[in-house]
């Protein structure tokens, strides 16, 4: 029941906005249905460069947006963007299908036009940019924002530390492993998570200019075929300081990489079902320098937020100690 109402009881600092027609037109006055001031929020000139601004005061997830026109005006804006930031400074735009998303306004001042999200925002800032309006009018403006707050466990990663989580072998499934993340950084490069066994075999994801690379390695060649080793990359560009998710599936011999929206699936070579890995999974480095192989190898360096293993929240266990 993520629906909430989230604008309507925010103190009027929570609004800023590009610029103002005049006070009564200032940004604190676009709220739906209301009628204060001169009724919505209204830009000093109508072009392409205003902006109507949000701060939730918390990262909140955000599930449908709604708009209106200024009360009893000829002000409506008939189509905009969605912008979102966690800092107020480093902005991305809403996107759907993997295209930017403009998204029909308003017909007329008083209407409400809704539209639920298809996928939710997590954010605390929200921006609307006007992209056209009524031509007889000019750009005029109030909304509501839905919602509920955004639960999140983040921990932060200064490029010389790791998190190590010893499996209990009781729990262990060898057929299925489950791991999702969330990260946030500025370096192109680092290891994510690093997963090691006694012959050499190993799970790798490591961040390298901006790109993530799954490298999955079958290391004793006298069991396994030289061919046994797979890296996969996807992503690029997500040292942008924004969050990117990852989910990493492995059944059997099938294994599914998600970076964001992005899922690529494949059939591991060799005896994958028997990949021989220690009981230690470490996020964020390799405990020992120069264990394995020949990648970058630095350490990451911004925040992880919701780790889970199988089900299991290991932040939450490290802040448990």
């Known amino acids: 029941n993520c629906d909430d109402p989230l604008v309507s009881a925010l103190p009027q600092s929570s609004f800023s906005s590009s610029s103002e027609l005049s006070s009564s037109h200032s940004p604190g006055f676009a709220r739906l249905n209301r009628r204060e ?46 912008m979102f930031s966690d800092s107020g400074r480093n902005w991305k735009q809403y996107r759907q299908e993997e295209s930017i998303w403009a998204f029909s306004g308003n017909t007329n001042a008083d209407s409400v036009v809704y539209y639920k999200l298809q996928h939710s925002i997590k954010a605390r800032f929200l921006r609307f940019v006007p992209l056209d309006w009524n031509p007889n009018g000019r750009i005029g403006m109030r909304i509501e ?20 989580y010893t499996l209990n072998k009781k729990l262990i499934n060898a057929l299925k492993d489950v791991i999702s993340l969330k990260f946030k950084t500025m370096q192109s490069d680092g290891i994510l998570l690093h997963r090691e066994g006694q012959n050499g075999d190993h799970i790798t994801l490591e961040l390298t200019k901006g790109k993530l690379s799954l490298l999955i390695n079958l290391g004793d060649t006298k069991t396994h075929p030289s061919n046994a080793q797979i890296n996969i990359t996807l992503g690029s560009l997500l040292d942008d300081q924004h969050w990117h998710s990852v989910l990493i599936e492995h059944f059997n011999n099938q294994v599914n990489f998600t970076v964001d929206k992005h ?14 890995l220690d009981y230690e999974l470490s996020f964020g480095g390799i405990p020992v320098p120069g264990k394995s192989g020949a ?16 089900g299991v929240n290991i932040i939450d266990l490290a802040r448990k100690h």
Not at 52 to 67: H, N, S
Not at 145 to 164: A, H, P, Q
Not at 263 to 276: R, V
Not at 297 to 303: A, D, P, V
Request: glycine share 12%.
């Open 263 to 276: 899922t690529h699936h494949f059939h591991a070579k060799g005896e994958f079902s028997y990949l021989d």
């Open 37 to 82: 001031g001169a009724g919505g929020w209204s830009p000093l000139v109508s072009n392409k460069y205003q902006w109507l601004q949000i701060d939730l005061g918390e990262r909140t997830e955000i599930t449908a947006v709604a708009t209106q026109g200024g009360y009893g005006s000829s002000d409506w804006v008939t189509r905009y963007l969605l």
């Open 295 to 310: 990648l970058s190898r630095r350490n990451f360096h911004g925040c992880f937020e919701n780790i889970y293993y199988n």
């Open 145 to 164: 924002v839905y919602g509920c707050t955004y639960r999140s466990e983040v921990v932060g990663f200064d490029g010389k530390s790791c998190l190590i």
